[in-house]
């Protein structure tokens, strides 16, 4: 299986601050990789597909990039709103792999 | 707009059996493989199966194979999870999601397997 090593587990964070959260495949997955996010009780969202396109209606604040190994999702000036679960999933090879999640908190 | 809607969790007893459904629209549903992930209460996400167009080839997780089979009814823009052998760490949300890449996800429905 693809183990998916995201980083870091948590972070607090002031709005307005740059914030970036990094996963690494233990082994080459090209672009097979999105981004999601969760807030409390409620389903995830894709933010980012194929490692650096924005879906559609997703601010422009947040990007991604890398890939084979390698991918970091960005946010550029945090929102209230951005306050949630974060999570990469690789969709090269079967089991589907996710990351542990980033929590981002309010410093 | 795509809604995926699952229904069909609830309280089972260990070794029981549930069938989850997800009723879906908004979108040509025998165009698109779809797939089951869980979360455990607290816990992350994690892929359980998978289901190509037509409902001739599946993936499982090794934690479900043999328990859980996933198919699908494209007349009725359906698809199902059956899960038998049902066992406390197979508690959890399970959603509902479309496509090969993972993009829209329906609102989950909790399976809890306790006595």
């Known amino acids: 299986d693809i183990q998916m090593t995201q980083s870091p587990s948590s972070l607090s964070a002031s709005v307005g601050d740059r914030v970036t959260i990094t996963c690494r495949a233990s082994?080459?997955?090209?672009?097979?990789l999105g981004w999601y996010q969760q807030k409390p009780g409620k389903a995830p969202k894709r933010l980012i597909y194929?490692?650096?396109s924005l879906q559609s209606g997703v601010p422009s604040r947040f990007s991604g990039s890398g890939s084979g190994t390698e991918f970091t999702l960005a946010i550029s000036s945090l929102q209230p709103e951005d306050f949630a679960t974060y999570y990469c999933?690789?969709?090269?090879?079967?089991?589907?792999?996710f990351g542990g999640g980033t929590t981002v908190g309010i410093k | 707009e795509v809604q995926l809607v699952e229904s069909g969790g609830g309280l089972v007893q260990p070794g029981g059996s549930l069938r989850l459904s997800c009723a879906a629209s908004g979108f040509t549903f025998s165009s698109y493989w779809m797939h089951w992930v869980r979360q455990a209460p607290g816990k992350g996400l994690v892929w359980v199966s998978r289901i190509n167009t037509d409902g001739s080839s599946t993936t499982y997780a090794d934690s479900v194979k043999g328990r859980f089979t996933i198919s699908r009814d494209n007349a009725k823009n359906t698809l199902y999870l059956q899960m038998n052998s049902l066992r406390a760490e197979d508690t959890a949300v399970y959603y509902c999601?479309?496509?090969?890449?993972?993009?829209?996800w329906g609102q989950g429905t909790l399976v809890t397997v306790s006595s």
């Open positions: 082994q080459g997955i090209a672009n097979d």
């Open positions: 194929a490692a650096s």
């Open positions: 999933l690789q969709h090269n090879t079967y089991p589907l792999t």
């Open positions: 999601v479309k496509a090969r890449d993972v993009d829209y």
